[in-house]
């Protein structure tokens, strides 16, 4: 990776995006600040400046195909290319969330934003990340998406609340990697799952035991994978996670 390697994280004003953000530009990387909110992305956008990361703003709404669209054009004309794409953007659909009480509408939208706003910004930045040298795709997911961890097969490793939107969510959005990783197979494009840990933010009320810069640790890992790295996994600060 070059010094001037360029990467983009979505949902980065606050929480672990932007600590993803903080951390990659720690790297000596110019890094695109994908956010929704003008004024919090501007606001993220300085305090990273003020902190000497080489930052600039990138409207994004994940759920909006010209917006995906836009932003794209918005990196080729400010860098040419993107080296790293961080899919950090996610909503939990609020709680509780039984699966014999929840609303349909409220499992649509959070897969719009958790998978399919994925896709969506995926393959916007594909032909940017196609002319890297050294392409990643990080897809920051949670242990809540195991299967393995939430049937309980793994002990003391079950995991998160019922949650008939978030989790499933978060499974899919693995499921989907898996075909990322297949369908790219034999590129220099490397892609991975993340999950960053119970980390306290606004997502889950800050009920976290972990920071925000903990939890931005495997993502920062997976962005800077040497080109012989693994593809099409699923990994947080302790090694692999079961699908």
Partial sequence: MSERTIALVTGANKGIGYEIAAGLGALGWRVGVGARDDQRRKAAVERLRAAGVDAFGVPLDVTDDASA??????????????????NNAAITGGMPQEPTRIDPATIRTVVETNVIGVIRVTNAMMPLLRRSPSPRIVNMS???GSLTRQ??????????PVAAAYAPSKTFLNAVTLQYARELSGTNILINAACPGYVATDLNGFRGVRTPEQGAAIAIKLATLPDDGPTGQFFEDGGVVPW
């Fill in 69 to 86: 669209t836009a932003a794209a054009q918005l990196i080729e004309d400010q860098a040419g290319r993107l080296d790293v794409l961080v």
């Fill in 142 to 144: 949670s242990s809540v």
């Fill in 151 to 160: 049937s309980g097969t793994a002990g003391e490793l079950t995991t998160g």
